[in-house]
């Protein structure tokens, strides 16, 4: 049985029929409920970075975070072609 460890944790088995899930596509309700499950954490990271730092670094670290989103890029080229067209 393959062995799974993260940090601070104990190693975890996994038995075999959950390696061989994890291989294939997630089904359509898992990646939804994933998708959820990230949603709440950005706005948890974010409700926390803003009462937390000041508003001028909060402001940095989302920009930041905005720049380094693959899908966020793909949106902003998309928006410069239609501009420049």
Partial sequence: MPTVSAPMRQPV??????????????????????????????DLWQTVLRSECPPTHAERLLRLKRLSDTSEQELEGKRRRRSSA
């Fill in 13 to 42: 088995t996994l038995p075999e029929a959950s390696t061989a899930s994890v291989a294939q596509s997630p089904a359509p309700q898992v990646s939804r409920l994933l998708g959820e499950r990230l949603e709440l954490v950005e």
